[in-house]
Antibody
Framework: QLQLQESGPGLVKPSETLSLTCTVS??????????WGWIRQPPGKGLEWIGT???????YNNPSLQSRVTISVDTSKKQFSLSLSSVTAADTAVYYC???????????????WGQGTTVTVSS | QSVLTQPPSASGTPGQRVTISCSGS????????VYWYQQLPGTAPKLLIY???QRPPGVPDRFSGSKSGTSASLAISGLRSEDEADYYC???????????FGTGTKVTVL
């Protein structure tokens, strides 16, 4: 069964850039039917979809975060990454990576999730 | 801010049936599949229902999904203590060209 694992700093200073990586194991990242995505969950709140990347590098992004988000892929390392710039305390959350089904220029369900990593924005 | 609206909470006693609603619009639920996720305390979400009413392998048939117009529902029959969790609906939104989640519903087993 394919597995996903997030990694990155647990503490980021305000105004800096948050950078996380998700490593894919027990499966391929270069598959035609899936995008690779990021979702976050602030403490005590609901889920927020951040965006996804295809193995070719094409992306979909949440319009509300688009100006600060970059999602990229490195197929040779079987990794995809999230960069979120100019962070504030409101970006404090558990960040999940996940696999999302893709087809007909749309995204569908998120069927495999990483365990999540907590990122705190604080000086 | 979530595009899909769910009741904040739902509850029932063991064995009862609980239903959770998810209200959207023509650009999301009205024209795309609905997905449901279960998030047990302290864990990552898990896909519970896909394509409106399909269950992934391993999901008990106590869980069922339906969709009508711009709304969807998740039903849990024969409620069990291990069903106590947060539940989220999700769909693609054609206007936003983005995936959206519901506000989430906390299910409590009394």
């Amino acid at each position: 069964q394919l597995q996903l694992q997030e990694s990155g700093p647990g503490l980021v200073k305000p105004s800096e850039t948050l950078s996380l990586t998700c490593t894919v194991s027990r499966g391929s990242i270069s598959v035609s039917d899936y995008h690779w995505g990021w979702i976050r969950q602030p403490p005590g709140k609901g889920l927020e979809w951040i965006g996804t990347v295809y193995y070719s590098g094409s992306t979909y992004n949440n319009p509300s975060l688009q100006s600060r988000v970059t999602i990229s892929v490195d197929t040779s390392k079987k990794q995809f990454s999230l960069s979120l710039s100019s962070v504030t305390a409101a970006d404090t959350a558990v960040y999940y990576c996940a696999r999302q089904r893709y087809g007909d220029n749309k995204l569908y369900g998120l069927d495999i999730w990483g365990q999540g990593t907590t990122v705190t924005v604080s000086s | 801010q979530s595009v899909l609206t769910q009741p904040p909470s739902a509850s029932g006693t063991p064995g009862q049936r609980v239903t959770i609603s998810c209200s959207g619009s023509s650009s999301n639920i009205g024209s795309n599949f609905v997905y449901w996720y279960q998030q047990l305390p302290g864990t990552a979400p898990k896909l519970l229902i896909y394509r409106n009413d399909q269950r992934p392998p391993g999901v008990p048939d106590r869980f069922s999904g339906s969709k009508s117009g711009t709304s969807a529902s998740l039903a849990i029959s024969g409620l069990r203590s291990e069903d106590e969790a947060d539940y989220y609906c999700g769909a693609w939104d054609d206007s936003l060209s983005a995936s959206v989640f519901g506000t989430g519903t906390k299910v409590t087993v009394l």
